[in-house]
């Protein structure tokens, strides 16, 4: 009776985890109503109306030939190793599964429909279902939130595709890259929240497959669960090390289970083992292991198929010096003098030239990256890097998409707090009213909805770490409160509960807007700011830095590395240049890719690029001199004014207004209420 307890608790406690991991995910608070309005909003500004008919832009036979073999490994991975699992309950349903790469073109489908001919669904190979062309659709959808979506029949924008109902889910490569998507299809009135499960399911079995596919052979590959019965199924975490214990890939499964950063950690800081015991385990006898000091797991470790034997290199040591160099040098004191200046050297090239270390994920960019020219970047760099260490808080000031949070990731990565979680927390993305629970964490049964298990909040959960508090100005006048006594007294009371947990934290924060201007308004304390700004660093938008043609090349070249492409020419870059870039470097890397991805030359010409892309150059031509929003106007009035000035354009009025994206849309939905 005692195990079944302690076995149902540690399932509590394995529960909470993962849940207080998914409650990190901004992006997964948006209501499944809210994804769909702001998906017709996206549609509307694409030119779209309720009555346009779908464009396909379907592809040549030539092209879309080329594209299959491209992506030959998805499709034999998804036909041959996950779709027959699903056979038997496919069979019976009257649906289409679809197969589509990450612009939304069709690569393969299977089953038989009932929608008619293959002219009036669209769902063949070769046609886009994009949003900008097919309208709200769970492809298109799907795709642009990075999440899976089911996309009802009266939930599409265009009324021509009302007659189905759509469930999809994104694919994941090895490297966490989008690759394509996984959809359902039909016309059928079939039990949907089944269908949506399924494709769920299926999406991320394919998913594993192709880490066995690429990892297999020569490396570890671990299986984890909470039930022993469980670790061969489509649902339990994977984890894959290389001979050193080292992790150097993961499923999504096992990130959302353990709630961590996995890359490049070490298997001994995750579970109580070392790699050596992993090694001579008998590989058919599943282990009991415990997760970060708490979490118990049934542990499966699956051997690489090919054993290769290394036969240790001695001269591989760094203190290694060959017979010729010892003969050169006359006495073995000058010798070892020799040897230790130059390790000193090397270490010190190391850390001080480079600035590079050698465990940050490849994600994050290397400090000596972030500037590539521009004197002031150079500067708040140095001063960001060096304020990391000290026990001061770091306040940012930029525009949306200026890339604070990449900024703040090469920090982080760059500390000595690397080892343990960057948090990152955007306030403007979390309800208002969850806010408090989110951070500072509750007992179970603090409140009405609260999750019986409780919540450890984002703050303890970056303990020793860095907490990063992005659109620090959204966050409500009550929560700025309890935020101040934290930072004040160190601690952290949990909603519901009078216990207090210590925590170390370095604090960094960021906004779109100005705080004092906030503070004169009585929408932001000021004694909180005070206690934030320690070192106030403004970072510049993409328009008004030097080195703007520098770091076009370098983001391009970071993309070719993901993915080959064509090059830039000096003509090209010349017109990147130019444009305003309102949605600043966040918009660059869009417009790169989708460019890139449109490109079948060598190099990138202008009509591979989107069209907004050209918006935003004609807008800049005919922007008025004297255009001046004031500041004293309140963002209720001030947002509907700019909206309708502008047409609907979400972006340009954000940029105007100095907020969000989400603030507009926020403010935007109040208005529509109270019409």
């Known amino acids: ?117 293959a002219a009036e669904h669209g769902l063949v190979g070769g046609n886009q279902w994009s949003e900008m062309g097919a309208g709200t659709n769970a492809i298109g959808t799907a795709l642009i939130t990075g999440e899976a979506i089911q996309v009802g029949r009266d939930e599409h924008f265009l009324r021509a595709n009302r007659f189905m109902v759509g469930s999809a889910s994104p694919i994941y490569n090895t490297k966490n890259d989008l690759v394509g998507v996984l959809d359902i299809s039909s016309d059928a009135y079939l039990p949907q929240d089944h269908t949506f499960g399924m494709v769920k399911l299926m999406s991320l079995s394919v998913e594993n497959r192709l880490i066995f596919s690429a990892f297999q052979q020569e490396h570890f590959i671990l299986s984890f669960n909470t039930n022993v019965v469980s670790l061969d199924s489509h649902w339990s975490g994977i984890l894959v090390l290389d001979e050193n214990g080292t992790i150097v890939s993961a499923n999504r499964r096992a990130e959302v289970v353990l709630a961590r950063d996995l890359a490049l950690l070490n298997i001994n800081q995750i579970f109580d083992i070392e790699m050596r015991e992993i090694k001579h385990h008998p590989f058919s006898l599943p282990m009991k292991l415990i997760a970060m000091g708490r979490y118990q797991f049934y542990v499966k470790v699956i051997p690489p198929v090919q054993q290769i034997m290394r036969v240790p290199d001695f001269r591989q040591r760094a203190d290694y010096v060959s017979p010729a160099e010892l003969n050169a040098h006359v006495a073995d004191d000058q010798i070892k003098n020799d040897q230790i200046e130059n390790t000193q050297t090397v270490e010190k090239m190391t850390e001080v030239d480079n600035q590079i270390p050698s465990n940050i994920p490849d994600n994050v960019i290397p400090l000596a990256e972030l500037q590539h020219g521009d004197e002031n970047v150079e ?124 925590v170390d934290i370095k604090l960094i924060s960021a906004t779109n807007r100005a705080l004092k201007t906030e503070i004169k308004e009585g929408r932001f304390r000021q004694d909180l700011y005070y206690r934030i700004s320690g070192l106030n660093i403004k970072l510049p938008a993409l328009r008004e830095r030097t080195d703007k043609a520098e770091l076009i090349q370098y983001l391009h070249n970071r993309l070719c590395k993901e993915e080959p492409g ?38 990138l010409e202008e009509w591979h690029l989107p069209d907004d892309f050209f918006d935003d150059l004609d807008t800049m031509e005919n922007m008025p001199l004297n255009l001046n929003v004031e500041q004293e106007e309140p963002l209720e009035k001030l947002i509907p004014r700019l909206l309708n000035e502008f047409k609907g354009n979400v972006s340009q009025t954000a940029k105007t207004a100095g907020v969000s994206r989400n603030t507009v849309y926020k403010y935007a939905k109040m208005k529509a209420g109270e019409d």
Not at 1 to 6: F, G, I, L, P, T
Not at 94 to 105: E, F, K, P
Not at 567 to 596: F, Y
Request: one cysteine or more.
């Open 1 to 117: 009776m005692q195990d079944e307890d302690e076995k149902q608790q540690n399932q509590q406690n394995v529960n909470a985890l993962e849940n207080s991991a998914v409650a990190q995910e901004p992006s997964l608070k948006q209501s499944h109503k809210d994804r769909i309005q702001d998906s017709w909003y996206r549609c509307e500004q694409f030119g779209l109306d309720h009555g346009s008919r779908p464009d396909f832009a379907t592809l040549p036979k030539g092209t879309l030939s080329d594209l299959v073999d491209q992506h030959r490994s998805l499709l034999e991975t998804t036909e041959n190793e996950v779709l027959p699992y699903y056979e038997n309950i496919l069979s019976n349903s009257a649906c289409m599964i679809v197969l589509a790469d990450r612009q939304g073109h069709v690569l393969n489908t299977w089953g038989q429909p009932r929608f008619g001919s």
């Open 379 to 502: 500067r708040l760099v140095n001063q960001a890097n060096k304020i990391m260490e000290k026990d001061i808080p770091i306040l940012i000031h930029g525009e949306t998409g200026a890339g604070k949070e990449i900024f703040v990731r090469s920090l982080h990565y760059h500390s000595s707090r690397s080892k343990e979680m960057l948090v990152a927390v955007n306030c403007a993305a979390i309800p208002s009213d969850l806010v408090e629970s989110e951070l500072f964490g509750y007992e179970k049964g603090a409140f009405t909805g609260a999750q019986n298990k409780g919540s450890i909040g984002l703050i303890r959960r970056a303990h020793r770490g860095t907490l990063f508090l992005d659109e620090i100005g959204e966050m409500p006048m009550a929560v700025q409160s309890r935020l101040l006594r934290v930072l004040q007294e160190r601690v952290v009371t949990p909603l519901g509960s009078t216990e207090v947990y210590p």
């Open 566 to 603: 064509p090059e830039l020419s000096t003509e090209m870059i010349d017109l990147l240049v130019k444009h305003p870039w309102p949605g600043n470097i966040r918009q660059l890397a869009h417009v790169l890719k989708v460019g890139m991805a449109m490109a079948d030359e060598e190099i």
